[in-house]
């Protein structure tokens, strides 16, 4: 595997779901995003984790919920989703401190909440 | 607080046609800029960015962009469309002089290039 993965790349839950994504980066870099894509409206930062800490929080509703167990895996754990949720939720990585530090994204998920 | 801004939702051209894509920016310090591009169900390639070096930055697919600190912009072009190059195009700002939660990039609202034949 290159580049950043994520799985599952479709997902369909219901509101009582508790469901999660994975994000796996393999090119050693120790910053991790997450984004969310929702039509009609721009790309949303939601969690950035640096060297595996989280720094940001962007006002997400707690019913999302990430884990960054080291350094090349990100989740995004969800739960009690709404259907104002559905979107395509998007995973990528830098490295800090290089100079034009450049964020490599993954092919994303796309959750149907229903 | 840095923003992007692009316009133009929709832009249509003729296969050979140039490809303008444009993009102003706020930020108050130097920042640095992107350009990605979106295929559909597929995330988000680097097309090319902009670091304080050259201010005309080439990039991959013949694209290119050029930075003019007086009017705020990083315009995307390419001479000669291709229907390959059909899909969404994002514009981002970093500040590079930031904390690291907050050089994560702010985004323009994309827009959406069709080529016609």
């Known amino acids: 595997e290159t580049g950043v993965t994520q799985t599952p790349r479709h997902l369909v839950m219901g509101m009582t779901n508790k469901k999660s994504l994975k994000c796996e980066q393999h090119l050693g870099h120790n910053a991790m995003y997450w984004y969310k894509q929702s039509a009609k409206k721009p790309l949303e930062l939601m969690f950035v984790y640096s060297l595996e800490e989280r720094v940001e929080n962007n006002s997400v509703p707690s019913r999302f919920s990430p884990e960054c167990p080291n350094s090349s895996h990100l989740f995004l754990h969800l739960h009690t989703l709404q259907p104002e949720d559905s979107a395509l939720y998007l995973c990528a990585s830098s490295q800090l401190g290089t100079f034009g530090e450049t964020q490599y994204f993954g092919p994303g998920t796309r959750l149907l909440v229903l | 607080a840095q923003s992007v801004t692009q316009l133009g939702s929709h832009v249509s051209v003729s296969e050979g046609a140039l490809v303008l894509l444009r993009c102003n920016y706020s930020?108050?310090?130097?920042?640095?800029l992107f350009w990605y591009v979106q295929y559909p169900n597929q995330g988000l390639q680097l097309l090319l960015k902009?670091?304080?070096?050259?201010?005309l930055v080439k990039g991959i697919n013949g694209f290119e962009a050029e930075f003019k600190k007086s009017e705020t912009s990083f315009h995307l072009t390419k001479p000669s469309a291709h229907m390959s190059d059909a899909a969404e195009y994002f514009c981002a700002v970093s500040d590079r002089g930031a904390d690291t939660g907050r050089r994560a990039l702010t985004f323009g609202s994309g827009t959406r290039l069709q080529v016609q034949p």
């Open positions: 902009y670091t304080s070096a050259a201010t």
């Open positions: 930020s108050s310090v130097p920042p640095y």
